[in-house]
C-alpha cells in the first residue's frame, strides 16, 4: 500500500490530511489511484482518526523491549478491559441509556483489529471487519469519548506491542471476553433498532467463539490434554466410583454383595 501526506499551505511542515493507493492499482495516466480518508469512510479523515487516537500516552511503548510476563500482562489486561466494556454496555442496554456506551461500543473496533494483527488469524481479521459494521456511527458523528472507550483505545495501542511467539491462555480469554463484548453490541443494536449492525455483531460473535475455541484447544496444558485424552481412551468401569479426597465410601454407595450366611446355633 502506498500512503501519502497532505500539507497545510499556511503552516509549513504541518499535515492535514493523507490518502491511499494500492501498488497495482493504476489511473490512466500511469499514476497511482489515490484515495483520501474522507473518500474511504466518513470516519477515516485525519482529523477524527486524531480525535480517536487521541487519547493515552502516544508511543509509550515505543522502543521498548516487553518480556514475555509483560506481553501476557498486556493480554490480560485487554481482557479484562474487554469484559468490563461488555458489562456496561449490557447494563446500559438494559436501562435504554444507549447513548452513554456509543463510544466503547466504537472503540472496541479498534481493540479488535489490533488483536487481529497481532494474532495474524484470518477468522479475527473477518470477526474485525464484521465488528466495523457493528460500530459505525451514523453519520460518522464523533462519539463523546468514555472511560470504557479511552480504555479500549489504549488496550488496542497495548496489544501491537504484545505479540507472543507462542498462544497462551490469555489471548485465548481476550478473543472470548471480546466474543461476549460483540455479543452485547448485539442487545444494543436491537434496541437501537439497528437490524444491519446487529447482524453484523452476530457474525463478529461467531468468529470469535470460533477462534476462542481453536486458542482454548492450542493452550490447552500437556498435562491437562494427557489427562483428558487417558481418561476417554480408558474410561471407568460402570459403577466404579472416583476416589475424591475425604471421601468414604459407605454401605449405600458400595455394593459389596450377599452377606455371608451366620450358622444357627441349637434350637429347642
Same mark, same amino acid.
Given at each position: 500500500m502506498l500512503v501519502r501526506t497532505r500539507l497545510s499551505t499556511r503552516e509549513p511542515g504541518q499535515v492535514t490530511g493523507y490518502a491511499v493507493a494500492l501498488a497495482g492499482d493504476m489511473a490512466r495516466a500511469g499514476g497511482p489511484v489515490w484515495f483520501g480518508g474522507g473518500k474511504l469512510a466518513a470516519d477515516l479523515t485525519l482529523p477524527k482518526l486524531r480525535c480517536r487516537w487521541g487519547t493515552g500516552r502516544a508511543g509509550a511503548l515505543r522502543g521498548v523491549d516487553?518480556?514475555? *510476563?509483560?506481553?501476557?500482562?498486556?493480554?490480560?489486561?485487554?481482557?479484562?478491559?474487554? #469484559?468490563? !466494556? /461488555?458489562?456496561?454496555? @449490557? +447494563? =446500559?442496554?438494559?436501562?435504554?441509556?444507549?447513548?452513554?456506551?456509543?463510544?466503547?461500543?466504537?472503540?472496541?473496533?479498534?481493540?479488535?483489529?489490533?488483536?487481529?494483527?497481532?494474532?495474524?488469524?484470518?477468522?479475527?481479521?473477518?470477526?474485525?471487519?464484521?465488528?466495523?459494521?457493528?460500530?459505525?456511527?451514523?453519520? *460518522?458523528?464523533?462519539?463523546?469519548?468514555?472511560?470504557?472507550?479511552?480504555?479500549?483505545? #489504549?488496550? !488496542? /495501542?497495548?496489544?501491537? @506491542? +504484545? =505479540?507472543?511467539?507462542?498462544?497462551?491462555?490469555?489471548?485465548?480469554?481476550l478473543i472470548v471476553r471480546l466474543a461476549a463484548l460483540a455479543e452485547a453490541v448485539i442487545e444494543l443494536r436491537q434496541a437501537q433498532q439497528h437490524a444491519a449492525q446487529a447482524a453484523a455483531a452476530r457474525r463478529a460473535a461467531e468468529h470469535l467463539h470460533a477462534e476462542g475455541r481453536r486458542l482454548g484447544r492450542r493452550t490447552e496444558?500437556?498435562?491437562?490434554?494427557? !489427562? /483428558?485424552?487417558?481418561?476417554?481412551?480408558?474410561?471407568?468401569?460402570?459403577?466404579?466410583?472416583?476416589?475424591?479426597?475425604?471421601?468414604?465410601?459407605?454401605?449405600?454407595?458400595?455394593?459389596?454383595?450377599?452377606?455371608?450366611?451366620?450358622?444357627?446355633?441349637?434350637?429347642?
Amino acid at each position: 500500500m502506498l500512503v501519502r501526506t497532505r500539507l497545510s499551505t499556511r503552516e509549513p511542515g504541518q499535515v492535514t490530511g493523507y490518502a491511499v493507493a494500492l501498488a497495482g492499482d493504476m489511473a490512466r495516466a500511469g499514476g497511482p489511484v489515490w484515495f483520501g480518508g474522507g473518500k474511504l469512510a466518513a470516519d477515516l479523515t485525519l482529523p477524527k482518526l486524531r480525535c480517536r487516537w487521541g487519547t493515552g500516552r502516544a508511543g509509550a511503548l515505543r522502543g521498548v523491549d516487553l518480556t514475555a *510476563a509483560e506481553r501476557n500482562a498486556i493480554w490480560q489486561h485487554a481482557a479484562r478491559t474487554a #469484559q468490563n !466494556a /461488555r458489562d456496561q454496555i @449490557r +447494563a =446500559a442496554a438494559s436501562v435504554g441509556d444507549l447513548g452513554s456506551v456509543t463510544d466503547a461500543a466504537w472503540a472496541a473496533s479498534d481493540t479488535l483489529h489490533s488483536a487481529a494483527a497481532v494474532l495474524g488469524s484470518r477468522v479475527v481479521r473477518q470477526a474485525a471487519d464484521s465488528y466495523a459494521q457493528a460500530a459505525r456511527i451514523p453519520y *460518522a458523528r464523533m462519539p463523546r469519548p468514555t472511560p470504557a472507550g479511552n480504555s479500549l483505545r #489504549q488496550a !488496542a /495501542r497495548l496489544l501491537s @506491542r +504484545a =505479540a507472543l511467539v507462542n498462544p497462551t491462555a490469555a489471548q485465548a480469554s481476550l478473543i472470548v471476553r471480546l466474543a461476549a463484548l460483540a455479543e452485547a453490541v448485539i442487545e444494543l443494536r436491537q434496541a437501537q433498532q439497528h437490524a444491519a449492525q446487529a447482524a453484523a455483531a452476530r457474525r463478529a460473535a461467531e468468529h470469535l467463539h470460533a477462534e476462542g475455541r481453536r486458542l482454548g484447544r492450542r493452550t490447552e496444558s500437556r498435562a491437562t490434554r494427557s !489427562a /483428558r485424552l487417558a481418561a476417554e481412551s480408558f474410561p471407568a468401569q460402570p459403577g466404579a466410583a472416583p476416589r475424591v479426597p475425604g471421601w468414604h465410601p459407605t454401605a449405600s454407595s458400595s455394593w459389596r454383595g450377599p452377606a455371608p450366611s451366620r450358622p444357627r446355633g441349637p434350637t429347642r
